[in-house]
């Protein structure tokens, strides 16, 4: 059975940190498109940051230079770091997951959601 279990949210303030975390039940996370999106309540949901099996990354434009993906393949587990947080990051954070090689952070490409994590940061 394939899960993506997230960890990590909260409540900071602004210029805040926190790191996500995104266990990964049931395929191995090293042959898979991984990412992250997120979504509040005023918006669609939208890709914050991507990584290939192969290390290659992408981000939103609003979060480069402020959130780093990265994935531990020993542990399975797929992180979010992210530094000098804003109250427009606030929202509900998801995992994702596609078999594929292609570096995307196109919504309907993704097969395997998480059930997402909470992160508010206040001004």
């Not at 990590?8 to 991984?34: D, K, N, P, W």
């Not at 099996?53 to 770091?81: E, P």
Request: net charge neutral.
């Amino acid at each position: 059975q394939v899960q993506l279990v997230e960890s990590g949210g909260g409540s900071v303030q602004a210029g805040g940190s926190l790191r996500l975390s995104c266990e990964v039940i049931g395929f191995t996370a090293q042959y898979y498109g991984m990412a992250w999106f997120r979504q509040n309540s005023d918006k669609a949901r939208e890709g914050v940051a991507t990584i290939t099996h192969d290390g290659r990354t992408r981000y939103a434009d609003s979060v480069k230079g402020r959130f780093t993906i990265s994935q531990d393949n020993a542990k399975n587990t797929l992180y979010l770091q992210m530094d000098n947080l804003k109250p427009e990051d606030t929202g509900i954070y998801y995992c994702a997951a596609y078999k594929g090689v292609i570096l995307t952070l196109s919504l309907t490409r993704y097969e395997y959601w998480g059930q997402g994590t909470q992160v508010t940061v206040s001004s």
